[in-house]
């Protein structure tokens, strides 16, 4: 389909790739060469039901531009419908080489008014979706590897701005999307010896789960461009799912319009030993002494 075909040979499943990101990841994979698994479980943006067959749609817009493709409807937070997602690469495709986890949704209420069932919902589709994938690709490349055939795998993970910084009215989201990034970490330091790449992104865009978010159009002065647009975060991920990202893991990018930046994350700041246990009128006078020399941390989103 494409010219440059990065991904020629390379079998890819994208998540949550109905609409969106995942759709706008789908398509830019598959202009590259891959071929691709579009997983989405056809519900709204609360998790409910949706009429509509999304992946079977981006299933069509892949092969009426040439390329290969097949649509995968289960549920990929369960063991079940992960374990099938894997198995449908391997049976229409023989090999799986890149995971891009990016299915999600949204049930935002300030924490007070946060109902034990949407913290559950959030955190299953997010954090629960992300795991049970990762860990049946895993397990199919650790096979590999043991066997003699070391992958060159990758897995792209969906973080965000929220469970970097915080989000308010997003108390789920964020500590999902935080979870999303500590997975990341563990997984690119366990796998890496069996073949595989783990990094995630934090974008930003215009999708039906942020668009009262970014309800205008942004563009950039005299070019037209439009910074908000899915298809602006699809390359990075691309790349990353290839070949080409050789040595590129345990990585956190944030990625909105024309930008890409590596996110830096905790690590040690200003310390104090007394050598001793601390009062605790102590260790709040050295405390306050530390954060004074500390950096300020960014605003939460919406505060």
């Known amino acids: 389909m494409g010219t440059s075909a990065l991904c020629d040979g390379r079998v890819v499943v994208v998540t949550g790739a109905g609409r969106g990101l995942g759709r706008a990841h789908a398509l830019a994979f598959a202009a590259e060469g891959a071929r ?34 097949v649509a995968h409807g289960g549920d990929i937070a369960t063991g ?20 891009v986890n990016n299915a999600g949704y949204l049930r935002d209420r ?24 990762l860990k049946h690709a895993a397990a199919h490349w650790r096979a590999e590897s043991k066997a003699g055939r070391t992958p060159t795998a990758r897995i792209i993970n969906t973080s965000s701005g929220a469970g970097l910084l915080g989000s308010v009215g997003q108390g789920n989201y964020s500590a999902a999307k935080a979870g999303i990034v500590g997975l990341t ?11 595989v ?16 978010t970014f309800a205008e159009t942004m563009t950039a002065p005299d070019s037209g461009f439009d910074t908000m647009a899915p298809e602006n975060v699809s390359p990075l991920v691309v790349w990353l799912g290839s070949a080409a990202s050789a040595g590129v893991t345990g990585r956190v990018f944030e990625t909105e319009g024309g930008r890409i930046t590596v996110m830096e994350g905790w690590r040690a700041g200003p310390s104090a030993d ?16 530390l954060l004074a020399e500390a950096e300020v941390p960014g605003a939460v989103y919406g505060s």
């Open 110 to 133: 300030m924490l007070v008014n946060l109902d034990e069932d949407d913290w559950d919902a959030v955190l299953r589709v997010h954090l629960k979706g992300h795991f049970l994938p």
């Open 80 to 99: 079940a419908g992960a374990a099938s997602l894997v198995t449908t690469a391997l049976e229409a495709y023989g090999r799986l080489d890149t995971l």
């Open 185 to 195: 970490l563990v997984a690119a330091a366990e796998l890496s010896r069996y073949g």
């Open 36 to 69: 691709v698994v579009v997983n989405d479980l056809g519900v709204g943006l609360d998790g409910t039901p949706d009429p509509d067959s999304p992946a079977a749609q981006v299933v069509a817009e892949i092969r009426a531009a040439g390329g290969e493709a």
């Open 197 to 212: 790449q783990v990094n995630a992104i934090a974008p930003a865009a215009r999708t039906r789960m942020t668009e009262h």
């Open 274 to 289: 007394k050598g001793a246990r601390w009062g605790a009128g102590e260790a709040g006078e050295a405390v306050l002494k």
